[in-house]
RNA sequence: CGGGGUGUAGCGUAGCCCGGUAUCGCGCCACAUUUGGGAUGUGGAGGUCGUAGGUUCGAAUCCUGCCACCCCGACCA
């Protein structure tokens, strides 16, 4: 794909762009700012979803499902919320089309809405004005419900997967009858996220928290996971909100207490989205094109055959046919590829754009003498192997990429968290390396502020397992009782 | 939403200044030879030049509106 993927630079959103299309994730729509998800794009969220919705079953939680419009009386309940949301929201209006007379279809103004419906941007509101329902007595309590659904957010400027105006997510909303059980829960899924994305995705992350400045609108503490990108920025991979009694007052959810006293429940939301694509996409892919990390990969090993005569298909076939049905035994996908309308390079090369994680190529040689060429995609190395045992040696090396491919991410992340002392160094340090930055800062909303003014980075989050240690901020001088991680991020 | 840029076949483009219905490459189709890293040759198909108007005998080309995309900024999962 020419120049190289992962070099830094401005070129690099036109390459992640072009890696989108050109490994059939997803295209620009018709639509202002909105995505077509293409089948194998799509295929790499389903994997997402499954194992994610399991892990939310395996926590007590259930899925539901609320509607996508909601009444702008309820989203202006909750002030802090509707102030970060109300710059990007979608509004219905009307709710019928009629024809000018000449042809042409124009909204028909005599069918205004009395109220506007706001295209859901998240559903704290519409799910709040519905739990009020449904809580009396603390023994409905806790709530622990998930939806996947689709949100809006008119965003000015969007890029496929990190940024669109629809998006597709799933956002966890409970409620509790104790401050420290919900505050227990969101840790809980805090948890679950960075399991997921770095065992399933092999992304690692760091876990931490929002500065007040970066919280989410109507949350009193919001976790998040911060990933880091191969061009040194940073990508908030997930986020889970303690939320407090915000919502419950707003929407007046109460329930009587075991000692008969009438209280406000305690909140969280939680969510990750397609954006995770992105994360992967940008964590991983090589200038071949993308890396799936086995775990996620829709195809696992793909098999190509390489034949000239008939007869030699023919036994390749019968070889494969054996060889694919022990590997589904072992719950691998598998693709055979053969095709008779692509050569073998062809076939090699496209599997590769679309990351397959192993790829197992066979001849009439290979057949002679009873082996395969085994290639990996992780670290485009060959090696040709005997067919016996390849079902045990082909699991066994899955795991092993699973595993190379994090430890990869990982050794770079690390090597991108630099901790620095003075403004000067932290300037530097974000203009020629980039990745994190560890530093003392004051603690003020004014000083992250002008930080971000000045230098475009951000603090991505305070590290939960953050060491206290005394220090002076970098920008200001004054105490500090601890670092935090600036970078620029997406 | 502000500044800048772009829009010509599925993709990438030439032509635009200086108006006369369109260039080249990739891809696609057919046939042949090929098949262990993106094949080669020959032939062929495919375009109301983003869209709606205007100027003109005539518009891809000049003018205006609109739409979409890209880059920068502000905003943001």
Redesign the pocket.
């Known amino acids: 794909?020419g120049k190289g993927i992962t070099s830094r630079g401005?070129d690099y959103?036109?390459w992640?762009?072009d890696l989108v299309v050109?490994a059939d994730l997803a295209e620009?729509?018709?639509?202002?700012?909105?995505m077509v998800i293409k089948p194998y794009g799509y295929a790499i969220w389903e994997r997402m979803q499954a194992v994610l919705d399991k892990r939310f079953k395996e926590t007590g939680h259930s899925n539901a499902y609320f509607p996508l419009f909601i009444p702008k009386s309820f989203f202006s309940k909750e002030a802090s919320h509707v102030e970060?949301?109300a710059?990007?929201c979608a509004v219905v209006t009307h709710y019928r089309l009629k024809n000018d007379g000449t042809g042409n279809i124009i909204v028909d103004e005599e069918a205004k809405l009395e109220e506007e419906l706001i295209v859901r941007p998240t559903s704290e509101t519409i799910i709040w004005n519905t739990y009020k329902g449904w809580v009396e007595s603390y023994r409905d309590l806790p709530i622990l419900v998930n939806q996947w659904a689709n949100?809006v957010?008119w965003?000015?400027?969007?890029?496929?997967?990190?940024?669109?105006?629809?998006?597709l997510?799933q956002e966890g909303h409970t409620a509790h009858a104790t401050e420290a059980e919900a505050i227990e829960e969101a840790e809980r899924m805090l948890d679950v996220y960075a399991e997921f994305v770095e065992g399933t995705l092999a992304v690692p992350v760091i876990r931490g928290r929002k500065t007040e400045n970066?919280r989410?609108?109507g949350a009193l503490d919001t976790y998040?996971i911060e990933a880091l990108m191969q061009d040194g920025k940073a990508?908030?991979?997930?986020?889970s909100h303690f939320l407090g009694q915000n919502f419950a007052k707003a929407f007046d959810v109460k329930f009587t207490s075991k000692e008969g006293k009438l209280e406000h429940v305690w909140a969280t939301s939680w969510?990750?989205?397609?954006?995770l694509m992105?994360a992967l996409i940008m964590a991983h892919s090589d200038d071949?094109?993308l890396v799936l990390p086995p775990k996620l990969a829709p195809i696992q090993i793909v098999i190509v055959p390489?034949?000239?005569?008939e007869e030699e298909k023919q036994a390749i076939d019968n070889y494969v046919d054996t060889l694919t049905s022990e590997l589904k035994a072992r719950d691998i996908s598998v693709k055979y590829d053969d095709r008779?309308?692509?050569?073998?390079?062809?076939?090699?090369?496209?599997w590769?754009?679309k990351g397959v994680p192993l790829?197992i190529?066979?001849?009439?040689?290979?057949?002679?003498?009873g082996?395969?060429?085994l290639?990996r995609r992780d670290n485009?190395t060959?090696e040709?192997v005997s067919q016996d045992g390849l079902t045990d040696h082909v699991v066994a090396l899955l795991d092993e990429i699973q595993e190379a491919i994090y430890h990869k991410a990982l050794t770079f992340r690390d090597e991108h968290i630099t901790p620095v002392d003075s403004y000067d160094e932290f300037k530097a340090v974000l203009d020629d390396k980039g990745g994190f930055v560890s530093c003392h800062w004051d603690g003020t909303v004014e000083t992250e502020?002008r930080v971000?003014?000045e230098t475009?980075a951000?603090i991505r989050c305070i590290p939960l397992d953050v060491q206290d240690e005394d220090g002076v901020c970098i920008f200001t001088g004054k105490p500090s009782r601890h670092r935090v991680l600036f970078a620029k991020?997406?």
């Open positions: 794909m401005e959103s036109q992640y762009n050109k620009h729509s018709a639509v202002r700012g909105c970060g949301f710059t990007e949100v957010r965003e000015m400027r969007t890029r496929l997967f990190l940024r669109t105006a629809e998006f997510w970066e989410f609108a998040c990508l908030q991979a997930g986020t969510g990750v989205s397609t954006r992105g071949q094109g390489i034949f000239r005569t008779d309308t692509q050569r073998p390079g062809f076939k090699f090369a496209e590769e754009l790829r190529a066979l001849g009439a040689r290979d057949m002679a003498n082996t395969v060429e290639a485009q060959k040709t502020k971000k003014e475009k951000t991020a997406y």
